[in-house]
């Protein structure tokens, strides 16, 4: 018997990324992985607060979990909270959501709750809530430290708070704070955490950096425009920036020894609000929407780090 089995690949100017699709679409969910699985959780199917099925649809509360090889997704569990425009990252087997907004009738209030799933046993529990409701957050894990950083607290209202839960995840501590307030994605490479752009009522440009070990903040060049709205992995060598709010079919790579950014010649299918992570030598782009009213998209987009780390063109 003959079998065939299709994949969908797109083709660039460097190499090619191959597709998938989640059970559901959604826009602004979070992801993390464990190096075997992607974990894809919470989002917003659509855009628009009054529009056809929102009541009835409403945020996710739903967690895929999606083969990195196949890019298969499946049902995995429930979080505790529907949740959009929030953070996870997995810490050995357990998977930390913290932040965003929810869904109470029409309105969308922000959140300061968090929760930690065991991916062995299925069983969650809840964390210490964050001192703030917050959505938009940055946040990652510093050599089993977790740290959260800016995210929008109200109206226009934009934090520059920095917090890390102490080790025995019993109560949040307060750092200094970043030198300008923003929202979006952080990156760690080591022991320094990379705030790169972001959105404060407009698209920022500025290059914050965090010590983990001084805990004191550095502000390196600038770049020549902002970015916003969009996901970002790390190889720990140089930083992947997939999408952004105008510029949505553009992926750039930031080299953090020299402090330039280059837009690649890659495209990803545009879309903003998406999740992304790095598994081996590949990088997901997950879900994210094209249309701030519209509908979200359920799009999984693998691209190989080996090409995202050659060629581009220097902006300057």
Known sequence: MLILITICWTFGALGQSKKGELLFPRYAPS??????????????????????DFMNQGLHASIERIDPNSLKSAYFSNGL???????????????????????MGLLRPKMSDCEVLDLSTGIFRELPALPDSLRSIGMTEVSGVLYVMGGLLKGNQYSKSVYKLNEDKSEWTRLEDMPLEREGAIVSIGSKIYAISGYNGKSLARVQVFDTQSEHWEQLKELPYGLSAYSAVTDGEFIYIFGDYAKMDQIHRYEPQTGDLYRL???MTPRRHTAAVLVDNMAYVIGGNQISSGKALALIEAFSVSDLKKGGTLVN
Do not use: L
């Open 31 to 52: 992801a993390a992985t464990d190096g075997h699985w992607i974990y894809v959780y919470g989002g917003a199917p659509h855009g628009g607060r009054n529009g056809k």
């Open 81 to 103: 909270h529907r949740r959009a425009n929030h953070a996870s990252v997995i810490s050995g087997n357990k998977m930390i959501s913290c932040g965003g907004r929810s869904q």
């Open 265 to 267: 010649d890659i495209r």
